[in-house]
């Protein structure tokens, strides 16, 4: 099973994640200005099912990976760790920029449920991030697959919960963000500083 303090640090660092303005909360943010409460939801279950398509792909391929190399292993874990670092140093530098939400969907456009899925499941940056970040939390003796499962299910589940928060109360988080660059730098930095420290932890502790 999954070591107690490798999930420990998973949580940290996949909630901090989860409530960083991403392009998927901003998507999420902008399907509920333009079609209300009721599409950003939609639109929120639509990018949990295209994460849980990742989830299982990562499974699947990375199980295998894990238990026939433990070289190709340690690279994960070491390219994991530079990945959280890259998106520390990716939050401190968002925290000095403005807030943009991007352009509002337009009327032609799919359902938001299935908008979202496909959104989420084409988008190579998720598969990426589940790539190189699931591994470095698994230990390696005791079923792979199970803890995969279980991680990537978990950081999918915080995504939704903070896109599910956005979504029913858009307006007010919309105008925190964008009226109070303070408090979105300090929770930016926060979120930056901590990731980048998360990562260096992961890269220089040993197996045990």
């Given at each position: 099973m999954i070591e107690p303090h490798?999930?420990?640090?998973?949580l940290v660092a996949a909630?901090?994640?989860?409530?960083?303005?991403?392009?998927?909360?901003?998507?999420?943010?902008?399907?509920?200005?333009?079609?209300?409460?009721?599409?950003?939801?939609?639109?929120s279950m639509?990018?949990?099912v295209?994460?849980?398509?990742?989830?299982?792909?990562?499974?699947?391929?990375?199980?295998?990976?894990?238990?026939?190399?433990?070289?190709?292993?340690?690279?994960?874990?070491?390219?994991g760790a530079a990945y959280l670092v890259f998106l520390g140093c990716k939050a401190l530098w968002a925290s000095r920029r403005p807030l943009?939400?991007?352009?509002?969907?337009?009327?032609?456009?799919?359902?938001p449920f299935r908008q979202g899925?496909?959104?989420?499941?084409l988008n190579p940056k998720t598969a990426v991030f589940f790539f190189t970040f699931l591994p470095q939390f698994v230990n390696p003796a005791d079923h792979v697959a199970w803890q995969l499962l279980v991680l990537g299910c978990t950081?999918?589940?915080?995504?939704?919960?903070?896109?599910?928060?956005?979504?029913?109360?858009?307006?007010?988080l919309a105008r925190s963000l964008a009226a109070n660059p303070r408090l979105?730098?300090?929770?930016?930095g926060f979120c930056g500083v901590t990731l980048i420290s998360l990562g260096g932890f992961v890269a220089v502790s040993g197996e045990k």
């Open positions: 490798k999930f420990y640090l998973f909630f901090l994640l989860s409530i960083s303005p991403g392009p998927g909360m901003l998507y999420v943010l902008a399907r509920t200005f333009h079609g209300g409460r009721a599409e950003g939801l939609a639109s639509g990018t949990t295209g994460g849980l398509l990742h989830v299982l792909a990562a499974t699947l391929g990375l199980s295998a990976i894990i238990m026939r190399s433990a070289l190709v292993y340690g690279i994960l874990k070491y390219v943009e939400l991007g352009p509002a969907p337009t009327a032609d456009q799919s359902h899925v496909l959104t989420e499941a950081s999918v589940t915080l995504n939704c919960l903070s896109d599910v928060t956005v979504a029913c109360f858009a307006a007010p979105r730098r300090t929770q930016q």
